[in-house]
Structure formats: structure tokens, C-alpha cells
């Protein structure tokens, strides 16, 4: 078995552990693809999303929203209101290795660009959220990743050593800003791969 080299693992919520995709609401409430498709990229943008996830209330983000666009209010409310909707599950392959790593004794930590409103709504949906040893949300801290800082506080507030931190993350661009800090860190592309970098790094999953 090889030497153990981590102390702890830190996982990504959306992609990782959460299967998060607007079109899971919004193929119901605007069925043809093109219009919808429409809406999702030059109205109710990634972008406009990516603001909650820095710390901007969701009331304020509709009310912006809705007002520079009024026919699509409906809609609009709706990425607020159903947003639930848009999660299908949680991974369960993913859970399970959560599990495995929590059996061998290691902490586990959650680092995600996440609404602090919506973050709240996910824990009561899918208890696994809530059994993180520490978590570092984005519209908590008003920070967002890939930015230095939030993966700063992450290490300074459960004293981890970087080196001996693992990171997973679906967004390689986040991956990088994790290694520039010093973490270990691989791009989540399904629970399998991730099961061998664990083991690669000692882990007995």
C-alpha cells in the first residue's frame, strides 16, 4: 500500500457531488430548446448567477434582472423560487467514496462558489451537505474561487497543511488556483477517477 500523503480532503459541490443544471427547471417552463437556450445565455446568464455566488441576495438579483427584462419576469422569479428543480440528485458514487473517507478517519471540507441563500436550501434537500468537518462557501464569504482568497481562507481556518490537502474540483481553472496555493489537486471527472487519485495518494478507498 502506498504511503498515505494527505490529511484531509476538500471537495467542489456542483459537478462533484451535486448534478446541478438550469435546463432541469427550464426545460419544463420553456420547452423549445432554442428559446430557452436564448434565455439561459443572454438573459439569465452564468454571469448573472456567478454574482450570487459572490454574495448578492437572490431578491436583488430578480429585481435587477426582471426590471431590465420584464417579458421574462416569470422566468426570471422562477431560477429564484425553483431553484431546487434544477438539481436532479446528488452523485451517489460520489457519496459513497465521501463515505469511505470519512470511515478512514480523514476530515472532509466543502470549498464552493455557492449562494449563501441557496447553499442552506441544498443542506436541507441533501443531508451528505451538512456532514462536511468544515465548509468555505462563496456567498458566505464573498469571495469566489478561482481567486486566491477563498482557498486562503479555507487553509487558515481549519489550520490544513496545504501539501498534504486534497482538492477535487469539475472546473480545471479552479484545480490550477488550487495548486498555485500549494494543495494537492485533480480534476473531478467522475468518482471512479477520483477513487485512484485517492488510492495513488494512500487512501484505502
Known amino acids: 500500500m502506498t504511503e498515505r500523503t494527505i490529511d484531509a480532503v ?3 459541490i456542483g459537478g462533484v457531488l451535486l448534478d446541478w443544471s438550469p435546463d432541469y427547471l427550464y426545460a419544463d417552463l420553456i420547452p423549445d430548446e432554442e428559446q430557452r437556450t436564448r434565455f439561459l445565455t443572454e438573459v439569465a446568464t452564468r454571469e448573472w448567477n456567478a454574482q450570487q455566488d459572490a454574495g448578492r441576495t437572490w ?47 480523514l476530515p472532509t471540507y466543502a470549498l464552493t462558489n455557492f449562494s449563501h441563500e441557496k447553499w442552506e436550501v441544498a443542506q436541507e434537500a441533501f443531508p451528505i451537505l451538512a456532514t462536511f468537518d468544515g465548509e468555505v462557501v462563496s456567498g458566505t464569504e464573498q469571495t469566489v474561487k478561482p481567486g486566491e482568497k477563498i482557498y486562503r481562507i479555507l487553509l487558515e481556518r481549519y489550520n490544513l497543511d496545504p501539501a498534504r490537502t486534497f482538492y477535487t474540483d469539475d472546473m480545471q481553472y479552479n484545480v490550477d488556483a488550487a495548486r498555485a496555493v500549494g494543495m494537492e489537486s485533480e480534476h473531478f471527472t467522475n468518482a471512479a477517477d477520483l477513487r485512484v487519485h485517492l488510492r495513488n495518494r494512500g487512501l484505502a478507498v
Open 10 to 12: 476538500v471537495f467542489d
Open 59 to 105: 431578491a436583488e438579483a430578480v429585481a435587477e434582472l426582471a426590471g431590465q427584462h420584464p417579458e421574462h419576469t416569470e422566468w426570471i422569479e422562477a431560477y429564484d423560487t425553483g431553484w431546487l428543480k434544477m438539481v436532479k440528485g446528488v452523485f451517489e458514487d460520489t457519496v459513497e467514496l465521501l463515505t469511505e473517507i470519512r470511515a478512514l478517519g
